[in-house]
């Protein structure tokens, strides 16, 4: 299987550079049957565009989304759906001197040495945070066929910047404040600390990281496969590719293995006739398969390695040290755009499996 | 794929349950001319084995490997090597009453719900820890194989048991201090604490989770692929597919997202004439892809739930509240028979990489 | 994916060499709930015996399955199904001196090549026809799985052995007359000629090869997928896995590149209320999905390589010409051992497609 | 994985519809470094294009092919490269009444059952012929990167149209003329009584199929795989499906089932310090391993469907007996225009097999 693709039944391949024509993506394997337009699509990929504000790059992509294949009469017919971006603000020159000088942080040294110099490194390529938007692409596509089959819904939010945290994860009814301003915080007043750490950072020419969590609802009991197939897994693996994420943790995580089992443990009760769970450590999967109870997780993002200030790096052809200040547009905290992104790539998993398990049928109509 | 494999070249499928008559492993894509028998295997299998102390269950698995296929004049051949574990020591008794009263922090609930009771529940059948052994096995031949051709190298230990915790990272000299004690903690003195303190919790009838830390040296730069083949998402599925991981982290992980770029970023040096990084936040890896300095990760394991203390649960026939008192044989803290484990995913993930990148080729004599 | 690995959702991995301590099949992929125990297998595997009579190899396999995991109180579990066979009757010794004397018509030469020396060349290893007794294995379990949910049936038969040739394709009637002989031709008379033609090469020292002719029926209209996932596609790649095949057809094959469109063409009718097609010149197969009507294809496999003539090689060692007359017990014709082998990854095949056509839910129970 | 892709390391992914925007095709996991611009694919493409003769379709695709990523500076950098060709002429009214009229021979019936009548039917959508035109933007880069490394070389012509066939294989020398008449058939006798067939079959309304045959030389001794990644299997499973193929042989194929194991068996001698066989019955693969002879197979097409003739069908609406006469485009033969798709297929899985076997490195400058 290409390294460029993720899932069994619900299959996405992403493909394109940073610079390049274009960015695009193709989703293999949805159902026939699925109301789609481009402007489902293009809701949510503008949901990843940064604000207007001091916050993020000036980078001014449309990023208009096309639907190039597999959608007839308003309707996915089962084919595989292309979609592109074509790349219309590409000011490569600004990356032009790095190559030879690797950035701190980023993958131009590993790749220099894999492809020998031959990678398109304009913008990093095809390493590029860039690429998420194809990710957004497919995973409008999952989460509006969850949503219709199945009534899955997920919502993503910045719950910490540096070291500024919420206290609790959001209830079902702040996720409608999510969006209400640009660190995508939907505690407001944490909101606006966020926003003060990260314009702090950019005025010291530095950068910020934080966490995202994620909540999804109404999951089938059962969803998921034992050993290689947990959903741990492979929510994980596609959380992990997107850049600058360096740490992943379902319902108490990295806390639960400080307490004890009695307290971590998760009793079942009853509730509107159903079995749930009185509390939800495990993050709404055991065993590899959904409880029924919300799917919690939290995905870790590194400060930005694009920095205003100094770096010591070492000239790749003269094997000298230097410096370099990398220049071009960049994030002092990428966290904000992320919660799109990581809804996209917990959707598209769940669609993966919920397809593999029987749950959402070939023609949906 | 099947959801009992993994990898793309170098591809484990693990088969069998708890209770059932054996457990298996296959391996296929290993290269020709691997010197191979059966105690490379059993070795590594063998630290996975509780101590003799107090800490682990009483179980008493021979956990004896024959390799039945791939092997032929001491040499692997190509072909796959399937190996085997058969179960002797099954008291499938102890568990027969659990099927209905789902045990909280167990895969009962969401399987019984996933296959409507038809699953091979004895002992958790395919979601028992039992079977992390088929990892071992597979683990240990991926592990020999990248020894020998790339002189990479792999350990794994306890950094953390609940909230005793080593402060630093463990020196490559401490990887012969692990199997020194129970816990498999290099630092002897922390072990000692860790040990009281999973004592506490077993005389208590509870338990406790802790961290692994997992560090390998040696890793040519380069390894992993753009996007779905990053080698955190190859890993972090690898290893999340371990029964009670809730969390997996590289390098700097959560903490990094609190700090700033300035300080995360690992600046490029010359040491003995290569190109390095002064610090090792991105635990080896930038773009997904191997940095060439040592990977470093780290596990986190939720405390085990099976516990002695009476729990409350649910009679899934009746659907009326009801309780429970886990009986059988339990390990109070998992964590101590997890260093070979995760060592061993590590190392098929990364023998799948090499392979991939063409770094080991189909014949190694 | 692994290339002893077949299928998509219902996968398949063959493992075990002809003179090794086993060979083995793991069905993962298996819907809980199928009844199954082990002379369902059995009972596939003893119609791929030879028969006493002078056609067949003398070599005695008593070839009995043993089921290891993913069968809990006589059910199949959902998880993966490990099956074994036992080899007991290894003369090795008569293989022994053609490592370096490759025989014509057989995989030493390539294989050596290959592996460089390296491979279990005992008895072909893993390119021997033993290893189709493990698609029997995997094969038993979907056939009875299509029988059970879909009322698919299939049915092999030798329709040619060199050029004696049954006229017709064979009636339904006709199915229960296959295993009547020991040719495995359900027209008697064409049976008797087609023994007697073996026996003549037999007599010669030399060997002959034949077809095998295979129909399904009931097959649901529409299974398959366009492009990769055609039932052509896929129904090809796991016949051309059978050593020996040369060819394979569906439907008018070969003869229908002959004719014109207006002959071959199937003209729709309505017949029992049901649309069907006149004449069935597509074997069943359009644009790579099942048409409804019978799924119908041939498989040519070459005269057995074996042959008690001398013939001309050259020695690997000192490049010099040389020749060699092939020991061992060998049959004169493998098609009759074919049927069931046919029967077996038809079903594999259909299996995998029902599954991913949603047809066959995770549970059948 | 998807059923739109083929492939392990060198994998193609096919999307688009024949009367949708655009056909297009990702390949992911060419090596870096080799050179490549478009032409370097139109070329291959315009040898698909029908002639100006009497014998093709009128329908005037320019099918320009553009290049959208995974090429940087003329040479390719190892991430996907993404081709598009945008439809232009598309005259889909042509067809908007067949949708409940199946044609007989074509895609619609199974297709309207399997999709619910969602999927898109214009010009057969995305069962197209011109889907091949997707096989062939991979192949080009396939072939090319094959020629450049390993110097294998591949070559299609149309050896059989209706009862009008070559006597012998086509020398090495005859391939220069494959493209010298309309047929593509290197005898040009032949040719010419090939193109009287094909016209007669027009003039009545009629069609007629034929076979393509394809040698491929200078492949590396061992390359495939046993059982499952045999080169018979994977070559198979890529030509089946090429709409309108109905059988495949390699070497003597249906034939050598008529004759003995000693006429069969290809003896081994020396020339020019090979190992090679006297003879090529095994079409260069034996045991699923290439030999190092030329791979030579051949490829069934059955008469193209679409006729003008009046033929009878059922309307699905109504279950009423109707009729119909195929109006639009068609090739009264789809022979000639495959050869190109047949190399293209055939460079596909060498490439895979290549990489795989470590024969061709992830960066080949």
Redesign the interface.
């Known amino acids: ?6 899932g ?2 619900f ?1 996405f ?5 940073s610079h ?5 993506a ?1 989703v ?2 949805c159902p ?2 699925l109301e789609l337009e481009e402007k489902d699509i293009q809701k949510m990929l503008d949901l990843r565009k940064p604000g207007q504000s001091i916050i993020a790059t000036q980078r001014k992509e449309e990023d208009k989304v096309e639907i ?3 959608v ?1 009469r308003g ?8 979609m ?1 971006i074509w790349n219309t603000d590409q000011r490569s020159h600004d990356y032009d001197n790095l190559t030879l000088k ?1 950035r ?4 131009d ?3 220099y ?4 110099g ?3 490194f304009r913008g ?4 590029s945070g860039r ?1 998420t938007a194809t990710f957004v692409m497919a995973g409008a596509i999952a989460r509006k066929l969850l949503e219709k089959t199945l009534k899955i819904e997920t919502y993503s939010y910045t719950c ?1 910047v ?2 500024v945290k919420m206290k609790d994860q959001a209830t079902t009814k702040m996720k409608n404040f999510i969006y209400k301003n640009e660190v995508r915080c939907p505690d407001q007043k944490i909101a606006e600390k966020m926003r003060a750490t990260i314009l702090a ?1 950019r005025r ?1 020419g ?6 995202i969590e994620s909540i999804t609802t109404n999951i089938p ?2 969803l ?7 959903l ?3 929510l ?3 959380l ?2 997107i ?1 600058a ?10 806390h ?15 509730k509107n ?1 159903k ?1 749930v ?2 509390t939800n ?3 709404g999967i ?7 109870m919300p799917l919690v997780l939290r995905v ?8 205003a ?1 100094k ?4 000239d ?1 052809r003269t ?3 230097t410096s370099l200040i990398v220049q071009g547009r960049h994030d002092p905290c990428v966290v904000p755009r992320a919660p799109p992104i990581v809804d996209s790539l917990v959707s598209v998993v769940l669609a993966d499996h919920a397809i ?3 749950l959402i ?3 949906i ?1």
Chains 1, 2, 3, 4 share one sequence.
């Open positions: 299987m290409s390294s460029s693709s993720i069994q039944r299959v391949t992403s493909f394109g550079e390049g024509r274009c960015i695009g193709v293999d394997g026939a049957g190039l294949s597999g007839f309707y996915t017919t089962g084919a595989p759906i292309a592109i690797p701190p942080g980023h993958s040294y590993p790749a040495i894999k492809y020998k031959l990678n398109d990093s390529g095809r390493f690429l910490q540096a070291n950072a010291n530095d950068s910020v990281g934080g966490v009991v059962g998921g496969e034992p050993i290689f197939g947990s741990e897994s492979d994980s693996k596609a992990f590719s850049p994420v360096k740490g992943i943790e379902f319902g108490s995580g990295f639960g293995s400080t307490i004890h089992g009695s307290e971590n443990n998760d009793e079942y009760i009853m006739d079995v769970t009185k450590n495990s993050g055991l065993g590899g398969l959904s409880t029924g870790a993002f590194k400060p930005a390695s694009s920095i200030k770096q010591k790096t070492i790749l094997k000298k040290p593999r398990a029987g049928s070939p023609v109509r």
